[in-house]
């Protein structure tokens, strides 16, 4: 429920295995990108008392979420497991007083986990097209974020590098 009185959704997805193999999700997903994104409503989890930068509404780096499709898998590796994510659709808009319009959005997530217990190498990416509100001008949204993510006993050790090309 908004500030604005407007009931909002986060996200609602259909999620359907496809056998034994990958899973498809239809919906507005969290748009996996990085190691917070699909978690940033979720103050109790998050290790710090605030968003990461990369992440915060602010930055306008990391969208939110997505409407659309994904196609998820994993398989294992020599020790370790990779799982790959696949995406594409447009970005949920929940703001009206940006200056752009989302129209289409292909992406995908690469997660690799070490056979080192408790980390996990990430690379997540993205491309949206814009449209500029008043000039209706096309333009490009690409956001790609390499992350590294390792958790044992008290020790959670988490690092982002996070890169964003916008131009019209």
Do not use: C
């Not at 969208?63 to 196609?71: F, K, N, Q, S, T």
């Not at 097209?129 to 020790?155: I, N, Q, T, W, Y």
């Amino acid at each position: 429920y908004g500030i604005d009185g407007k009931v909002r959704v986060d996200w609602a997805f259909v999620d359907y295995q496809l056998a034994a193999g990958p899973t498809l999700q239809l919906g507005q997903i969290k748009l996996p990108l990085g190691i917070y994104n699909e978690i940033r409503d979720v103050e109790f989890i998050r290790p710090s008392s605030m968003r990461p930068f990369l992440y915060q509404d602010a930055a306008e780096i990391s969208d939110e979420a997505y409407r659309g499709v994904g196609l998820l898998h994993d398989h294992d590796l020599g020790g370790g497991s990779m799982s790959w994510n696949f995406f594409a659709g447009r970005i949920a808009e929940f703001e009206e007083d940006h200056p752009h319009t989302h129209k289409g959005l292909v992406g995908a997530r690469a997660v690799y986990r070490t056979p080192v217990e408790g980390m996990s190498v990430m690379a997540s990416a993205y491309n949206s097209e814009l449209e500029m509100k008043e000039s209706g001008e096309p333009g490009h949204k690409r956001v790609a974020v390499l992350s590294l993510d390792h958790v044992r006993g008290d020790l959670d050790l988490k690092a982002e590098y996070g890169r964003m090309t916008s131009f019209a």
